[in-house]
């Protein structure tokens, strides 16, 4: 079972920026898309980015849409995600997930393995 962990999240006011990193702590047998989700307090678990790791194309919520960018760490991390203009609706603990089939995968079950999270703070 691959394990992944979250690193980068932090406290910034608004309009600041975050990276947030996504590392494997154990074995990676095979890598479908990367993916990040995010959930709020009192809120269920909504989908952020994912990308395809083969051919590299990308996808994200409208409500990130232009602000966040998801894509591959050449420095050994699985994924990152830069979070640039964070707006306090941003808040929320952020979690990396690992999908092993190809293609990008938009909700919780298209996932096989998933991080601890990292808490995002973004101050009015």
């Known amino acids: 079972q691959e394990q992944l962990v979250e690193s980068g999240g932090g406290l910034v006011q608004a309009g600041g920026s975050l990276r947030l990193s996504c590392a494997a702590s154990?074995?990676?047998?095979?890598?479908?898309?990367m993916g990040w989700f995010r959930q709020a307090p009192g809120k269920e678990r909504e989908f952020v980015a994912s990308l395809s790791y083969n051919i590299g194309t990308t996808t994200y919520s409208n409500s990130v849409k232009g602000r966040f960018t998801i894509s591959r760490d050449t420095a050994g991390s699985l994924a990152q995600l830069l979070m640039n203009n964070l707006e306090p609706e941003d808040t929320g603990i952020y979690y990396c997930?690992?999908?092993?089939?190809?293609?990008?995968?938009?909700?919780?079950?298209?996932?096989?393995?998933w991080g601890q999270g990292t808490q995002v703070t973004v101050s009015s």
């Open positions: 997930a690992l999908r092993r089939n190809y293609g990008l995968g938009y909700v919780v079950g298209d996932y096989d393995a």
């Open positions: 154990g074995r990676i047998l095979s890598i479908g898309a």
